[in-house]
């Protein structure tokens, strides 16, 4: 059985990216994948404090003890998706404090294993001004460090919360869910 990290970045309650996070978790579910799905807005995690205590404490962060069961659902993944919304050319802050917990593996000598990052991103601007670009740096960055595959579906022009509801991506997410579950 597939085992699958899913982190959410989205506030908006109806958001496009949550949409597709929906579409991903119950397609892989159904197929009989282990999905664990964590909402990087509720968490409220601070950014890394770069103490290098990383596990030594009994937490896989010695502040945010919120990260433990990212990491314990991360380190027994074997895909970790990102769905987040573009603000600002970037992600949105809490999805990128919850990967600078990731530092935490790289400090403790953690076994991650082989991976996929799947990013589905969403953005209101359009995809002709490449404002994806600041994710898929950011993640694309991540897979080569630790030497997994990376992967990317995004849609722009999603200004409209539900607007996603009316393009291609529902079949578009469930097919990868497919291929990952």
Same mark, same amino acid.
């Given at each position: ?8 970045? @989205? ?7 949550? $949409? ?8 892989? +579910? ?41 990491? !314990?659902?991360?380190?027994? @993944? ?24 990731? $530092?935490?593996?790289?400090? @403790?000598?953690? +076994? ?15 995809? +002709? ?15 080569? $460090? ?8 995004? $849609?722009?022009?999603?200004? !409209? ?8 991506? !529902? ?11």
């Amino acid at each position: 059985m597939s085992k699958i990290t899913v982190i959410t970045a @989205s506030p908006r309650k109806d958001g496009n990216s949550n $949409y597709m996070a929906k579409w991903f978790a119950e397609e892989a +579910e159904r197929l009989g994948a282990d999905v664990k799905i964590f909402d990087a807005v509720k968490l409220q995690l601070d950014g890394c404090h770069a103490c290098n205590t990383c596990y030594k404490t009994g937490h896989a962060c010695t502040f945010e003890h919120g990260f433990d069961p990212i990491a !314990e659902s991360v380190l027994a @993944s074997d895909t970790i998706v990102f769905v987040v919304p573009v603000y600002y050319f970037a992600m949105p802050g809490q999805v990128k404090n919850v990967l600078d917990h990731f $530092y935490s593996f790289i400090v @403790s000598g953690k +076994e991650l294993g082989k991976k996929t990052i799947l990013a589905l991103c969403t953005s209101g601007q359009g995809v +002709e001004t490449d404002v994806f670009e600041g994710v898929r740096v950011i993640l694309k960055k991540t897979a080569e $460090y630790n030497s997994w595959a990376y992967e990317e579906l995004s $849609y722009g022009n999603m200004n !409209e919360p539900g607007a996603i509801t009316r393009t291609d991506a !529902e079949q578009k997410v469930k097919v990868l869910a497919q291929r990952f579950a």
